[in-house]
């Protein structure tokens, strides 16, 4: 019941800052709890940041701690990932994900997938 759309990626010098989005549409946007995931060239897609179906919790993996932010504007059916002091290691397709009712962590049942936008930061 919810379609997915990101945005906002792009090619960015290591140290640079992005902010992606994931637009929602669907009128019971606010009962999912939102979780961005990224995708490196033949590796498995993983947990960056989650946040509950309330807008109150939020969860990051460690290498990405106190350099991303997770935030959601349910006026706008849209959830951000503000990307600061970007490394070459951040480089991957970024993926946004829903999870009904949800906490927003790794161990979520996401699904939804929208397309993917791709993040590539130079050394």
């Known amino acids: 019941q919810v379609q997915l759309v990101e945005s906002g990626g792009g090619l960015v010098q290591a140290g640079g800052s992005l902010r992606l989005s994931c637009a929602a549409s669907?009128?019971?946007?606010?009962?999912?709890?939102m979780g961005w995931f990224r995708q490196a060239p033949g590796k498995e897609r993983k947990f960056v940041a989650g946040i509950s179906y309330t807008g109150r919790s939020t969860s990051y993996v460690s290498s990405v701690k106190d350099r991303f932010t997770i935030s959601r504007d349910n006026d706008k059916n849209t959830v951000y990932l503000r990307m600061n002091s970007l490394k070459p290691e951040d480089t991957a397709v970024y993926y946004c994900?829903?999870?009904?009712?949800?906490?927003?962590?790794?161990?979520?049942?996401?699904?939804?997938w929208g397309q993917g936008t791709q993040v590539t930061v130079s050394s």
């Open positions: 994900g829903a999870e009904a009712y949800g906490l927003g962590t790794p161990s979520g049942n996401f699904g939804s």
């Open positions: 669907g009128r019971t946007f606010s009962n999912y709890a």
